[in-house]
């Protein structure tokens, strides 16, 4: 199937340019204002380039990766951190103590509540007083193919455990939107453990605990 030249409805001005986007979409771009005539052309021009592609790999009889298109889709991967350059290298979990290790006062990305910090520094002197670890995950990576619009969907296990929540990507996988990279990209999720342990020991839910199907 050929690539065709924009329709006449979508033609440019001398103020408007034709651009190829890094996912392939060609749209017309106002330089006078983002305006919604403008954003509609380009959804219309990307479904024909979205007809183009499906029917050249189907031509080539191979697969087509699917797009976020806003359909239901489940991603599968497993736990796991990585090196995203020489020397550098990423654990899968985080935990309370990475937390309080990087708490600054009054900062926009490291404050933490002050009910919080007390929780976590009791949780350290009951762990040192007893001698055993009481360590409670916090997040964890995994290689789960996620992007925009996915924070808040379940993580669930082999089990059909609630295990987490994601909520980020790491920086590496901001190329994900067009490509996947087993090595490089990972979904960041919020671990259950962390977000029980704050409803028993933070906000006091004990009433709500007491209604879930909590898998000790």
Not at 61 to 86: K, M, W
Not at 89 to 94: E, H, I, Q, R
Not at 95 to 106: F, H, V
Request: with cysteine.
């Amino acid at each position: 199937m050929p690539i065709r030249s924009p329709p006449k409805f979508m033609q440019c001005t001398p103020k408007r340019n034709w651009t190829l986007s890094r996912c392939g979409s060609v749209g017309c771009i106002d330089r006078s204002k983002n305006s919604l005539l403008a954003r509609i052309r380009l959804f219309v021009w990307r479904l024909h380039y979205m007809r183009t592609t499906i029917a050249f790999y189907w031509d080539l009889r191979e697969p087509i990766y699917a797009g976020a298109n806003g359909s239901l889709r489940v991603s599968f991967g497993n736990v796991q951190g990585y090196s995203p350059q020489d020397g550098l290298s990423a654990a899968p979990f985080t935990s309370l103590s990475g937390l309080a290790a990087k708490y600054i006062p009054e900062d926009d990305e490291f404050d933490l509540p002050e009910n919080l910090l007390s929780a976590i520094t009791k949780r350290q002197r009951e762990s040192a007083r007893r001698d055993v670890s009481l360590a409670v995950p916090v997040n964890f990576l995994a290689t789960l193919d996620s992007t925009g619009g996915n924070s808040g969907s379940p993580a669930i296990n082999d089990k059909a455990q609630l295990v987490g929540l994601p909520f980020d990507g790491v920086y590496e996988s901001i190329i994900g939107d067009w490509d996947y990279d087993r090595g490089l990209n990972r979904s960041i999720q919020v671990d259950t453990r962390y977000m029980l342990w704050v409803m028993e020991h933070v906000d006091g839910a004990d009433s709500l605990l007491a209604e879930m199907d909590v898998m000790r």
